[in-house]
Nanobody, 124 residues
Framework: EVQLVESGGGLAQAGGSLRLSCTAS????????IGWFRQVPGKGREGVAC???????????YYSDSVKGRFTISSDHTKKTAYLQMISLKAEDTAVYYC??????????????WGQGTQVTVSS
């Protein structure tokens, strides 16, 4: 089992930046991928980025088209923490952001463990 705790959400202006953190505990960090998802009221969760934490994966990453070039996902094994650096924020990035542990994917059903979510609000 994996426990995940997100932090770093908040309010930012359009064009600004925020960094989200996702700290894991439980199962060995490196046994799973970390994905970041976001959800707005009335819609399903959108996978925005994922990273493989497996040691020999060279930190393989994937980004959805909606965030490519603006968001960067990274992982620190020593801190058992994954990050989502968000720059050039847009109003449409406003959502609750969740990190999840599971298979290397941006498909919600590929992830078994989820954090509690952190709100990101971008004002235009």
């Amino acid at each position: 089992e994996v426990q995940l705790v997100e932090s770093g959400g908040g309010l930012a202006q359009a064009g600004g930046s925020l960094r989200l953190s996702c700290t894991a505990s439980g199962r060995t960090y490196g046994d799973y991928a970390i994905g970041w998802f976001r959800q707005v009221p009335g819609k399903g969760r959108e996978g925005v980025a994922c990273i493989s934490t497996v040691t020999d994966s060279d930190g393989q990453t994937y980004y959805s088209d909606s965030v490519k070039g603006r968001f960067t996902i990274s992982s620190d094994h020593t801190k058992k923490t994954a990050y989502l650096q968000m720059i050039s924020l847009k109003a449409e990035d406003t959502a609750v952001y969740y990190c999840a542990a599971g298979a290397y994917s941006t498909v919600q059903s590929d992830y078994a463990y989820w954090g509690q979510g952190t709100q990101v609000t971008v004002s235009s």
